[in-house]
């Protein structure tokens, strides 16, 4: 029998399972990388969170008569592994599970489902999950067997003394959430998606670079830890070229400009937007962490620029062919 | 390198045929002329069934001024003018001649040996009598390109070598085996219409074309032979004009506002065939390929005979055929059978498997901007799509989708599987249907 449809009759390689599949590639390095700082935790929570996260996809596609897909799959464990990369890896079970949900729930499905999700559903199941339960959210476990504070949350008091040196901020053999903490890994995953072609270096450049930029103007930290009246320059003030390796490393910024803000669904689509939406997402980040009163912006950054998409998307249409450099007149050769 | 925006790059597959050289197609017991072979109105047959005719003969004449006459392929007896399956997958009509075998030539066309001295006008006649559109696949009947109007002046003609449809080969064949009668067309067309100079724009995954067009370009004047990037479309005319000569060109523009004309290299060897020796368009070079295909071949073909018997002489279809394509695997027509007639826009046959078949789905888009960031007419594709879908047509022709080239590119990278060239098609068509519905009620 032969089939006829329209052309064209082939297609590249890659398909929607396929990227989703690629990303969870990328992240295993660092969820390994967990397993050596925090113990079987990290591992145990986000296999709970993809059961979690599989069912609530499964339940609603059921629930509202669509077709469960690779797309669908692939993308709710995505979802549930970035959002448990975001958590301390003290936190009880039940609150993974609670977390997957309301990402899938109403992170994804309650905007329509893949593709119509305006926010990242990871970050939205993380932010419900930090205004829900903020103590157990902010309890870290340092790879040592105490607990204890970030290296955000020392730059925030001014605690300069207690930062871990530049080689254990991107090992990441340091206090924070379970798949943030080693840049070096995470920067081997994103290098690896990159090569794969499924992000491209626009939102991660853009974002860390402008947090960059932003660090150095505005100085490392501010001291005390409150609002803009309290902010001092410090020894890691402005113009402190030795804030911003710290700034890049520390937190969970290169998860967030590698993983979280190159989601397709919620970032923009044409490369120049990517450009606008990674530079927001840095100053915020940067505006956050430096004067806001908490340690760590990446997440809230991340979901306010998600706001912003709409707009980017309607600012940086594509360039017509043709449409401005019109004929340019090759005369007698 | 100069090229064009966008694009992509599919798997190539020429080695299937790339080093086998043009054969001719046995001509068939029986040929079918379509009359409806380019585009623009379709011919008018001008024998009676029964009528005798040789090789050559002029079996239809042009339906208009954007039309073409038809020449009988072979020489014998007309069967019948009834309708017969096409590869638009209609039934339209089409001469049938019965083939005697005797090849006995009309003889209608005066070969013109001193074509320089021949007036313009009568070469754009010869051009047109002898039946040639553009033989890279759109058709296009070619003395209305090499008739500009005053108020245009053209300064370059381009020859298109680029052949970027995946699997094709013929083109690429013709530049190695033919290269100084190609170049005697590009110049035919030169003086057509009064450009200074012409540039072969060949990829440069074809070294061998390059250097065997640049061979005998070397004691021409004003020929320049040049290399463009390797990617799809970069044989879409507007592509290569961008990419050859530097200027970008709308859609809604033709290329003689740019001071350009573009013809396929296929054509330029049927005009040099025209002018030269006086032989109307009646056969063809077609590439029968694919993985469907037992030995795939480089043919040259009477124009109408059916691409079965072509089939045939490429050693026939394996079993596990699923798609049977008029022309490349990006643009290329899929046919209901392969019992149609070639055409003269016939560049290729390719045969794909059942199990490499894609299918498109309307699955959600998930907005990765891939489909836009490929498209090489810089559509905002995605959001184009997702206004068709949602049947918002005036949204879509806000978004320029009249500017679309049709050429594949965003179906093919689609990571969703959306029908991203399909929407594109029905978005074109909805929004044109508007527009002449306005101008009725208007």
């Known amino acids: ?333 | 390198m100069i090229t064009f925006r966008g694009g992509v790059h599919p798997p190539a597959h020429k080695g299937l045929t790339d080093e086998l050289a043009l054969d001719d197609a046995a001509p068939p017991a029986v040929v079918r002329v379509p009359l409806q072979q380019h585009i623009g109105a379709p011919a008018k047959p001008v024998v009676e069934k029964g009528a005798a005719v040789k090789l050559g003969q002029t079996i239809a004449e042009p339906g208009g001024f954007v039309s073409v006459p038809h020449h009988a392929p072979v020489s014998g007896t007309v069967k019948a003018i009834k309708e017969y399956p096409h590869a638009s997958g209609r039934a339209l009509l089409a001469i049938e001649i019965e083939n005697d075998g005797q090849d006995t030539p009309a003889d209608e066309l005066e070969p013109m040996p001193d074509w320089r001295a021949v007036p313009v006008e009568a070469l754009r006649d010869r051009v047109r009598a002898a039946g040639i559109v553009g033989l890279g696949g759109a058709a296009f009947p070619t003395h209305v390109k090499l008739s500009p109007p005053k108020d245009k002046p053209i300064h370059t003609v381009i020859i298109n070598g680029a052949e970027c449809e995946p699997y094709l080969t013929c083109d690429y064949r013709l530049m190695i085996e033919t290269p100084d009668a190609v170049l005697v067309g590009a110049d035919i067309v030169r003086r057509c219409v009064g450009a200074e100079r012409v540039i072969v724009g060949i990829e440069d995954n074809k070294p061998r074309a390059v250097e065997m067009m640049e061979r005998n370009a070397r004691d021409l004047d004003k020929v320049e032979i040049a290399a463009v990037h390797t990617k799809y479309p970069q044989g879409s005319e507007l592509q290569l004009i961008r990419a050859v000569a530097g200027a970008e060109l709308p859609k809604s523009k033709l290329p003689m506002e740019a001071g350009v004309v573009v013809q396929n290299v296929g054509t330029a060897l049927a005009i040099y065939e025209a002018v030269v020796g006086g032989k109307p368009l009646v056969d063809r070079a077609v590439t029968v390929t694919g993985p469907g295909v037992v030995s795939p071949r480089n043919l040259r073909v009477r124009l109408g005979t059916l691409c079965n018997e072509l089939i045939e002489q490429a050693g026939g279809m394996t079993p596990d055929v699923g798609r049977v394509i008029m022309g490349g695997p990006m643009m290329g027509l899929a046919m209901p059978g392969a019992d149609v007639p070639c055409m003269k826009s016939t560049s290729g046959l390719l045969l794909l498997l059942r199990h490499d078949l894609v299918s498109y789905e309307l699955n959600p888009c998930i907005r990765c901007g891939k489909c836009e960031t490929h498209c090489p007419a810089g559509l905002a594709t995605a959001r184009i799509g997702l206004a068709v879908e949602l049947g918002n047509i005036e949204r879509a022709e806000a978004l320029a989708v009249l500017e679309c080239i049709e050429c594949g590119c965003c179906s093919y990278v689609c990571p969703a599987r959306r029908p991203m060239t399909q929407l594109m098609r029905v978005g074109k068509s909805k929004v044109l249907k508007e527009r002449a519905r306005r101008k009725i009620g208007a």
């Open chain 1, 1 to 333: 029998m032969l089939s006829v449809s329209s052309s064209p009759h082939v297609r590249a390689r890659e398909d929607a399972g396929r990227i989703m599949r690629d990303v969870i590639i990328a992240l295993v390095p660092a969820l390994v990388a967990s397993y050596f700082f925090f113990g079987i935790a990290g591992i145990m929570l986000t296999a709970i969170a993809c059961i979690a996260a599989l069912a609530t996809e499964i339940a609603l596609l059921a629930w509202r008569g669509r077709k469960v897909d690779h797309a669908a799959v692939y993308s709710a464990l995505v979802t549930a592994v970035l959002m448990t990369f975001c958590v301390s890896p003290l936190v009880p079970w039940w609150m993974v599970v609670v977390g997957a949900v309301v990402a899938i729930g109403i992170g994804k499905h309650a905007f329509g489902g893949l593709g119509h999700n305006i926010f990242n559903p990871a970050l939205v199941g993380r932010a419900f999950l930090m205004s829900a339960y903020m103590v157990p959210m902010t309890t870290w476990k340092l790879p040592d067997g105490i607990s204890g504070a970030t290296p955000l949350a020392h730059m925030k008091i001014g605690a300069y003394d207690k930062l871990p040196s530049l080689w254990h901020l991107a090992l990441g053999d340091i206090g924070g959430c379970i798949g943030e903490t080693s840049a070096i890994l995470l920067l081997a995953g994103a290098a690896y998606l990159l090569v794969r072609r499924v992000i491209t270096w626009h939102v991660p450049v853009a974002y860390l670079g402008a947090l960059a930029v932003f660090v150095w103007i505005f100085g490392g930290t501010t001291k005390g830890g409150a609002g803009l009246d309290v902010h001092v320059f410090n020894g890691l003030g402005p113009m402190n070229l030795g804030a911003i390796p710290v700034h890049l490393l520390a937190g969970g910024v290169i998860l967030g400009a590698c993983f979280m803000a190159t989601d397709y669904v919620s970032s923009p689509m044409t490369p120049k937007g990517m450009i606008i939406f990674g530079v927001g997402c840095g100053i915020l980040t940067g505006v956050i962490r430096i004067f806001g009163g908490y340690p760590e912006g990446t997440s809230y950054a991340i979901l306010l620029m998600n706001m912003t998409v709409p707009l980017i998307d309607r600012a940086t249409m594509p360039r017509l062919f043709g449409a401005r450099r019109l004929m340019k007149k090759k005369g007698a050769a």
